[in-house]
């Protein structure tokens, strides 16, 4: 658990955080790459959960070209963090963020003339340059230059002697599928788009618009660099990709038990009494976990947890902070009881049982992505 130079935990329910697998999945995701080709690490949304400074320097030492981020805030927090590598944030910020943007290196994404002039014009009164990469918009209908346009565009900026283009990118909306029409729709018009600013004349920089699934899916839309996010945490974003790379989870949840009790037979559990204690060797533990920290409220009364390897049914609805697990005696099967202190995996690992992000999210209506950012907003972060 903690190291010994950490302060305690606060609350006995955290987060932890492997290292070791997020070494290895960055590595598995190098290998991916011919010897010109970068990888850029996606680090937005605190690296998912995961906790952007201590993973960006796992993955920096691991050989990552660069980091991308949703917002300036993340990406001046990596540099107060002492990441030195390039960082890109991937949507055009607002005007107002132009100083911070020069005064800590961090690299817009640009697809408007009046962005791209006022961030020249301040550059050049700063006395430096303002690196972007150019935004083109293939299909996704989320931000960019039309791939149509991009000429003109870049036409009508190119004159200014303060900024320059590190970049040109696009991003795909259907990558878990490369054989479909859209995307393969998509990859031409970049294509395009590219070959069309070259023949121009005009400076591309680093060409790339592969996230984790056309990485592990599509070795032929590499280009110089890939963006991988996801499966650097260890999870896969669809199905194809899974029997294309092995990864390993990242992160996993804990909690430990803070109250045991044996209501009588009927009492209720939890805000509603949703759930009713069938008989009287039930026996109802508490963790200090709840919606607050990820753990969805529509998981109440669906989702089990593991004790001593073994799944335990969360019973009632989950509170804000807190929500209950009941053990369960049966005549056929005998559970040591649990006790204060005792460890439960939320996500995870135990012995050969293994609740998955993927598990999770499925229960939710949702995608492995959100569970783990949920999880990653005010759990404690462990490291090991
Ligand atoms: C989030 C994001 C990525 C990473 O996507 P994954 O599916 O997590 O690999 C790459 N590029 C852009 C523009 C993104 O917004």
């Not at 995961?50 to 949703?70: L, N, P, R, W, Y």
């Not at 020249?120 to 303002?130: I, M, P, R, S």
């Not at 909690?255 to 805000?271: C, F, Q």
């Amino acid at each position: 658990m903690a190291g010994s130079s950490r302060r305690p935990l606060t609350r006995w329910a955290w987060v932890e955080i492997d290292r070791g697998a997020l070494r290895r999945n960055t590595r598995a995701f190098k290998n991916l790459l011919g010897p010109r080709q970068k990888l850029c690490c996606v680090v937005k949304a605190d690296a998912y959960g995961h906790g952007a400074i201590e993973c960006a320097k796992v993955m920096q030492s691991t050989g990552a070209d660069m980091f991308a981020v949703a917002t300036v805030d993340e990406g001046v927090h990596l540099r107060e963090g002492g990441i030195n590598a390039p960082i890109l944030v991937l949507s055009e910020p607002p005007l107002e963020t132009i100083p911070m943007l020069l005064e800590h290196r961090i690299m817009p994404s640009v697809y408007t003339s009046d962005f791209a002039l006022a961030y020249g014009e301040y550059a050049v009164q700063a006395g430096t340059v303002g690196r972007y990469h150019l935004a083109i918009e293939t299909g996704m209908n989320r931000i960019g230059v039309h791939y149509t346009e991009v000429l003109d565009f870049r036409r009508s900026i190119d004159f200014h002697r303060g900024i320059v283009c590190d970049g040109v990118f696009t991003h795909f909306a259907t990558a878990d599928d490369i054989d479909g029409w859209d995307y393969k729709l998509q990859r031409r018009r970049f294509d395009e788009a590219v070959a069309a600013l070259r023949d121009a004349g005009m400076e591309c920089g680093v060409v790339h618009c592969d996230n984790t699934p056309a990485s592990i899916l599509d070795p032929e839309s590499h280009h110089d660099m890939i963006r991988a996010g996801i499966g650097l945490y260890g999870l896969q974003p669809c199905d194809a990709t899974r029997s294309r790379l092995a990864l390993e989870p990242v992160m996993s949840v804990k909690a430990r038990v803070t109250r045991t009790t044996h209501p009588a037979m009927g009492e209720g559990v939890g805000y509603g009494f949703t759930y009713r204690v069938p008989r009287t060797t039930v026996q109802i533990c508490t963790l200090p976990i709840g919606y607050a920290d990820g753990l969805s409220r529509t998981l109440s009364n669906r989702m089990d947890v593991l004790y001593r390897g073994e799944r335990m049914r969360q019973v009632g609805n989950i509170c804000m902070d807190q929500c209950m697990v009941a053990v369960q005696q049966t005549p056929i099967h005998q559970i040591r009881e649990a006790e204060y202190g005792d460890e439960m995996t939320i996500v995870g690992r135990d012995g050969d049982e293994e609740i998955t992000m993927d598990e999770m999210a499925q229960l939710r209506g949702t995608i492995n992505y959100e569970v783990a950012c949920g999880f990653g907003m005010r759990l404690e972060k462990v490291y090991r």
